[in-house]
């Protein structure tokens, strides 16, 4: 009988999830600066539920250290030492209840009120944000700092203020609500004003039948598609932003020097501004609800606008600009940043964030543009990273990079049997524009990376129709994940073992499956069919190899009467048929060019060992034009028995 081991599948650890720590020095504004030595040697406060409190634990960090612990007792207070420690910081409560920032200087009080202010300054869960800093030491690259500002946190306290007497008809106390929020002391106790809030607040949630994960979860899907563009906006006290998720600059004379700058509103409500250069004209403000508000000339005293950067965006600064109300109501008010679009861009959905879909936009020779919303994900093979385009678009972006430098871009398309169709495309050095930048943390995301495109000039391929040549801009935000690993087969044995080295890179990715010949199992084989290959090998044998389940790695080597006739070689989970890969990488030989592959004749068990000796395999992209790279295999694998093929075995 043939031997058969099953293959045992990695179980993930169960992830620690605990509130903490960190964030980098910033000034009293939205810009960036040097961490700053807290001043303090200790910073102490209070954690409040609203109710009794058990005894808990508090984190906190700071840059490229170990998140440091303190125990919560009945009264709610905690005292940490903030030697070693940058400000400012994030901390929390053991379980993610709650979450606040701190400068390090005052007391830091946790409560719902700080969790749901940092929720508006991340504009994400802060719990995602926690886990990032508790899961990395180097904390640095773990957390996106800089919004935490004074300016920022003062903004989100408004905010929240309005947000409880919209969503759970709650009016915090006048006295709570002008004190802030982390750095005011309270007593954790019946009666104090503070404390009887947070209490009232409870009450407000239950009544409203929610909670604080549910308001939560609501605000983040409404903050999470204007990550970018948004200001301040209040009306009669009500305090909320008007977030643009569309950007469009258009012409608004003959001479080119006046623009109207439109932004929109995922409800429909649009804000437009007018101005020549940096002269404000006019600006109106529509709301979904019919309300309107304007200003003209000298009454927009409250907005500048920046000279044009070498692209032609400027930022509008908002000042505490007032708008007149159309029907004599209370005025609105405006104040932030948000920056123009480049002129004569078409306005798309994704404009307004910053993880995927992103915008893209194409200019053809003939100067016509098109906009496509691209959602990268990221994969790596080797020292070959791959940047797919997830999008469900008519034409999608590819990026091959290595390391930062591009190996090859390329915008294609599906047909209608799913197969890549590459219509335009660059190689190596000739991709002008492209650039990769460092490593940086998101809420949720350890490890990202900001592709851009700076009219990168793609050229035409294939038979298509269409201009000669596009250019591509867009700035690309993609979530690295994990990278995947060489596998370690040192201890597969010599006749299990297929040693495979790709060009120009170090490390060997080999293949060495445990030998699992349950249903899909690791070694498998199967007919050929006359669908595949074009019809070449109908009724040959395919031998498929893949290494075990977290470890990337699969062959295919197809034969007929005792000759290797194919062989495929991927980094990736499996490879497919010609019509419908699955895998960006693809390294394969079809006939000739199979030298030194052998088949040994069938054992007892009908089974054969697959020699390789110096088999030299071309990378092939897509559609099928070749690529930059080749594999050496090297060593031997022993296939599962053909019987299988035909449902005869013993």
């Known amino acids: 009988m043939y031997r ?193 809030a947070l209490a009232a607040l409870n009450a407000a949630f239950t009544a409203n039948g929610s909670e604080l994960t549910i308001l939560v979860r609501e605000r983040v899907r409404e903050l999470e598609p204007c990550t970018r563009f948004f200001v301040d906006l209040r009306i009669g006290g009500a305090v909320s932003e008007f977030c643009a998720n569309t950007r469009e600059t258009v012409a608004d004379n003959t001479a080119g020097d006046a623009f109207e700058y439109r932004y929109t509103a995922l409800d429909g409500s649009t804000l437009r501004v007018r101005a020549a250069a940096s002269t404000v004209t006019s600006v109106r403000l529509d709301q979904a609800s019919g309300a309107a508000y304007a200003c003209e000339s000298a009454a927009c005293a409250g907005l500048s606008i920046s000279a044009a950067d070498a692209d032609g965006r400027r930022e509008l600064r908002f000042t505490q600009l007032a708008l007149a109300a159309a029907d004599g109501s209370a005025a609105a008010t405006l104040g932030g940043i948000i920056g123009t679009a480049l002129p004569g861009l078409p306005p798309l959905d994704c404009d307004g964030a910053r993880r995927p879909p992103q915008p893209v936009y194409v200019t053809a020779d003939d100067g016509s543009i098109s906009g496509l919303c691209i959602s990268l994900s990221f994969g790596n093979a080797g020292a070959r990273s791959i940047y797919r385009d997830l999008s469900s678009g008519a034409q999608r972006l590819s990026i091959h990079a290595d390391d930062t430098a591009a190996a090859s871009i390329g915008l294609y398309r599906l047909d209608n049997l799913g197969r890549r169709i590459t219509d335009y495309r660059c190689e190596g050095s000739a991709c002008l524009g492209f650039s990769a930048g460092p490593l940086f943390a998101l809420p949720g995301s350890l490890r990202n990376r900001e592709l851009r495109l700076v009219d990168t000039r793609l050229s035409r391929v294939g038979n298509g129709s269409g201009p000669a040549s596009v250019t591509v801009r867009g700035t690309l935000t993609v979530a690295l994940g994990i990278e995947t690993t060489p596998p370690a087969c040192a201890l597969s044995p010599p006749s299990e073992r297929l040693r495979a080295r790709v060009s120009n890179e170090t490390a060997d990715w080999d293949i060495c499956p445990p030998y699992d010949l349950s249903e899909n199992g690791t070694v498998r084989v199967d007919r050929v069919s006359a669908l595949d290959y074009g019809g070449r090998y109908t009724g040959g044998l395919r031998y498929s190899f893949e ?44 006939g000739l060019a199979c030298r030194g592959a052998e088949i040994d004749p069938a054992n007892a068990q009908t089974g054969h060992v697959l020699r390789f000796a110096g088999v030299l395999l071309s990378e092939e992209r897509y559609d099928g034009s070749a690529a930059d790279r080749q594999v050496r295999l090297d060593g031997a694998l022993l296939s599962a028995p053909d019987c299988l093929a035909s449902g005869s075995c013993p």
Do not use: W
């Not at 980094?571 to 390294?587: C, H, K, N, P, Q």
């Open 547 to 590: 290494n075990a389940t977290a470890i990337p790695g699969s062959l295919v080597v197809v034969t007929t009467l005792g000759v290797v006739r194919r062989v495929e070689y991927s980094r990736g989970r499996a490879i497919s048929s010609e019509t419908g890969r699955l895998d960006d990488e693809l390294m394969l030989c079809d």
């Open 4 to 196: 058969k081991q099953t293959v045992e599948r990695a179980r993930p650890l169960a992830a620690l999830i605990a509130c903490c720590l960190l964030l980098a020095g910033c000034p009293d504004d939205d810009g960036r600066a040097a961490p700053a030595a807290p001043e303090t040697a200790a910073f102490t406060g209070t954690v409040s539920f609203g109710m009794p409190i058990e005894s808990f634990e508090l984190r906190v960090g700071a840059f490229d250290t170990a998140p440091r612990t303190t125990r919560i007792g009945a009264s709610g207070r905690y005292e940490v030492s903030a030697l070693g420690l940058t400000a400012p910081a994030i901390i929390g409560v053991q379980d993610t209840l709650y979450a606040a920032a701190t400068d390090l200087t005052a007391p830091a009080q946790v409560t719902a009120l700080t969790h749901l202010q940092l929720v508006e300054v991340l504009r994400d869960d802060p719990v995602n944000a926690l886990r990032n800093a508790v899961n990395t030491r180097s904390s640095s690259t773990a957390v996106d700092y800089a919004p935490i500002t004074a300016a920022a946190l003062a903004r989100a306290q408004a905010r929240v203020v309005s947000l409880l007497r919209e969503r759970l008809s709650y009016e915090l106390p006048a006295a709570v609500a002008a004190a802030d929020f982390v750095a005011t002391p309270f007593s954790n106790t019946p009666g104090d004003p503070t404390y009887d």
